[in-house]
C-alpha cells in the first residue's frame, strides 16, 4: 500500500509540472522587441498662399482707418513655421462688425468663449486684435475689413 501511494504521488506531482510547464509554455508572453523603426518623413509645411485674417497690436487709430502691427505666419529655410511682423492699415467700411472676445467661466475651473458687440470708439492703441477680410490681404498694406475683433492678451 505504501508503494501505490508512493507512486500516485509521484503521478501527481508529474501531471501538477506537466500543467504548469503546459500553462508557462501557452500564456508565455514574449518580452517586447525592438519594433522596425520605420523612418516617418515629416511632412513640409507650406505657408497659406491666401490670408483673410492678421492679428497684430493697435498702433495708430485714426477718423476711418486703424493701423496696426500684424502678426504675418511664414516659413523659413528649414520649413519650420515662423512670424515676421509688418505694419498694416485697415481701412473700417460703413458695415464693418465690432466685437470683443471674452472667455466667461460657465463651470468651476471651465471657460466658455463669449463674443460682445462694441463699437469703434472702444478700441485703443496698444488692443490685441484680429482683423477679418473678403479679400486676399497676405501682401496688402492697406486694406478694408469687414470684421474687428478684440482679442484678450
Known amino acids: 500500500m505504501k508503494k501505490n501511494t508512493?507512486?500516485?504521488?509521484i503521478v501527481v506531482f508529474i501531471i501538477?509540472?506537466?500543467?504548469?510547464s503546459l500553462k508557462l509554455i501557452l500564456f508565455k508572453k514574449e518580452a517586447p522587441g525592438p519594433e522596425a523603426e520605420t523612418p516617418q518623413e515629416?511632412?513640409?509645411i507650406t505657408p497659406p498662399k491666401v490670408i483673410y485674417n492678421l492679428a497684430g497690436t493697435i498702433t495708430k487709430i485714426e477718423k476711418d482707418t486703424l493701423s496696426f502691427e500684424a502678426t504675418i505666419p511664414q516659413?523659413?529655410?528649414?520649413?519650420?513655421p515662423i512670424t515676421k511682423?509688418?505694419?498694416?492699415?485697415?481701412?473700417?467700411?460703413p458695415l464693418t462688425k465690432f466685437t470683443r472676445l471674452t472667455f466667461v467661466e460657465t463651470e468651476p475651473g471651465r471657460k466658455t468663449p463669449k463674443e460682445t458687440q462694441i463699437s469703434f470708439k472702444d478700441l485703443k492703441i496698444g488692443d490685441y486684435i484680429e482683423v477679418i477680410s473678403?479679400?486676399?490681404i497676405s501682401r496688402a498694406e492697406e486694406f478694408e475689413i469687414t470684421q474687428i475683433r478684440a482679442l484678450p492678451r
Open 85 to 93: 511682423t509688418e505694419m498694416r492699415k485697415a481701412i473700417i467700411a
Open 134 to 136: 473678403n479679400q486676399d
Open 16 to 20: 501538477l509540472i506537466g500543467l504548469i
Open 75 to 80: 516659413v523659413d529655410e528649414a520649413g519650420q
Open 42 to 44: 515629416v511632412p513640409k
Open 6 to 9: 508512493i507512486v500516485g504521488l
